[in-house]
């Protein structure tokens, strides 16, 4: 139940690390969290990052050096920024790198911009707009037999509740009781990276009975959608927010629908849960966070990584997270 675990950077408070193996070697893009005072709330306003660094690990993640590339991107070179960088992820296509991020734009709305480089740790330059049609937070980039599919969604702080078929409403509206639950989005990218080439697509996770999961359901979906394959099936995974879980569902594309499986990660201490899963010679990682070293601030957080296994079925062994459990 409880695999080794290890703070992989000590020196500062990182978060919601995206992972990807290039050129042999493991590239780690977390959020940097900064301090800030009195202005926790259920919006986010708490996570106030202006910039993001990436880290290295050149061998064995539960051992060896992380290396700190500095800063990566800043949103002082943002044009269109106003405030809180939140989580990015990277992608390569024909030897150049991009950097996916949502940030909130100057009238305080979450937009999906694309930052360029010609290296895995940066600097990356980014685009003088967001991506047009974007919203909301939380990026993972999948590439799949030649496509690269952008998944993206948090609902609360993360505004996913503010839009219908990626139009904006006139007033947010949550699912609530036994109605279905919000789903995270899924969109293709186009051929140079920089654009959706599709509308966005729900991302619709199921019970056992062929039912979308309900809202009141404390396994539904959150935020930080994380897609990886394993033995030819696509899992998505994602945070449940509110009851604290790492959850996930197993499809047989990349747009799903995706079937529920169970939990990952049981409840961390701090209020988020956000993580990344690779496949690195030969074994698979969780890439987490925690709040235990900043005493439990949720918005000071420290990365974590530990092994993940699968049983023969392909089910993901749970973790035990370490936080207090959440009662169903
Ligand atoms: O880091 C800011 C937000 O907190 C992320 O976007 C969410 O996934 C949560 O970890």
């Not at 500095?70 to 960088?85: E, N, S, V």
């Not at 394993?230 to 790492?246: A, P, Q």
């Not at 957080?301 to 089910?315: F, I, M, W």
Request: with cysteine; aromatic share 14%; glycine share 8%.
């Amino acid at each position: 139940m409880s695999p080794e675990k290890r703070y992989l950077f000590p020196d500062d408070y990182m978060a919601d690390p995206s992972v990807h193996v290039f050129n042999g070697k493991i590239y780690i893009y977390p959020s940097h969290d900064w301090e800030c005072e009195n202005i926790e709330n259920d919006n986010g306003d708490q996570y106030v990052m202006k910039d993001m660094h990436v880290l290295t690990i050149d061998g064995n993640p539960m051992t060896d050096h992380v290396t700190d590339h500095g800063k990566a991107l800043d949103i002082a070179d943002i044009p269109w920024a106003g405030r809180q960088l939140w989580d990015c992820d990277c992608a390569e296509k024909d030897g150049k790198y991009y950097l996916y991020f949502p940030l909130k734009d100057k009238n305080d709305i979450f937009r999906i911009g694309v930052a360029i480089s010609d290296r895995p740790e940066g600097p990356f330059i980014p685009q003088p707009d967001p991506i047009r049609g974007s919203y909301s937070i939380d990026i993972c980039v999948f590439p799949d037999n030649g496509e690269y599919y952008l998944y993206f969604g948090g609902i609360w702080g993360g505004q996913l509740q503010r839009y219908r078929d990626n139009k904006a409403l006139e007033s947010a509206c949550l699912p609530e009781g036994d109605e279905p639950a919000l789903p995270s989005r899924c969109v293709r990218l186009t051929k140079d990276m920089l654009q959706f080439a599709e509308e966005p697509r729900p991302i619709v996770i199921l019970d056992a009975e062929g039912n979308p999961l309900k809202a009141d359901d404390p396994h539904r979906f959150f935020e930080a959608s994380w897609v990886h394959k394993h033995n030819g099936k696509y899992y998505l995974s994602y945070s449940t927010g509110d009851s604290h879980l790492l959850c996930y569902a197993i499809g047989d594309n990349p747009y799903g629908p995706f079937v529920y499986q169970g939990v990952i990660l049981t409840p961390v201490v701090g209020w988020t849960t956000h993580h990344s899963i690779i496949e690195y010679e030969g074994k698979w990682y969780l890439f987490h966070h925690d709040s235990v070293p900043s005493g439990g601030k949720s918005w000071l957080r420290s990365l974590k990584v530990c092994e993940l296994t699968y049983d023969e079925e392909g089910h993901i062994l749970p973790i035990d997270g370490g936080g207090d459990p959440y009662n169903e």
